[in-house]
Nanobody, 120 residues
Framework: VQLQASGGGLVQPGGSLRLSCVAS????????MGWYRQTPGKQRELVATITSGGSTNYPDSMKGRFTISGDIAKNTVYLQMNSPKPEDTAVYYC???????????????WGQGTQVTVSS
């Protein structure tokens, strides 16, 4: 299973940026997809998740600042950054909880990360 994230880059504070992630490979079903982010010297932190049923989840610190959407049936998830701030600068990683066999267990798979820099 491979996850390919894209859409990162330089964005001005208060601007807009949308990240995309597509999962491919041997996939029977995906239960959930989401985004984490990480800055140097800090632990990876959750940004948002979306289930196959369309339910979304955001930590309190991320509510209102990010919008996750996607079509799990098409193995795709997006992350919209709303009025980003310099402190949102980080490497953003997408992940998916995937069942490769209809009778097998589900495991988390990670993308390679995409750098987002918020700066004027």
């Amino acid at each position: 299973v491979q996850l390919q994230a894209s859409g990162g880059g330089l964005v001005q504070p208060g601007g807009s940026l949308r990240l995309s992630c597509v999962a491919s490979g041997s996939i029977a079903s995906i239960n959930l997809m989401g985004w984490y982010r990480q800055t140097p010297g800090k632990q990876r932190e959750l940004v948002a998740t979306i289930t196959s049923g369309g339910s979304t989840n955001y930590p309190d610190s991320m509510k209102g600042r990010f919008t996750i959407s996607g079509d799990i049936a098409k193995n795709t998830v997006y992350l919209q950054m709303n009025s980003p701030k310099p402190e949102d600068t980080a490497v953003y990683y997408c992940y998916a909880n995937v069942r490769r066999d209809v009778r097998g267990a589900a495991y988390n798979y990670w993308g390679q990360g995409t750098q987002v820099t918020v700066s004027s």
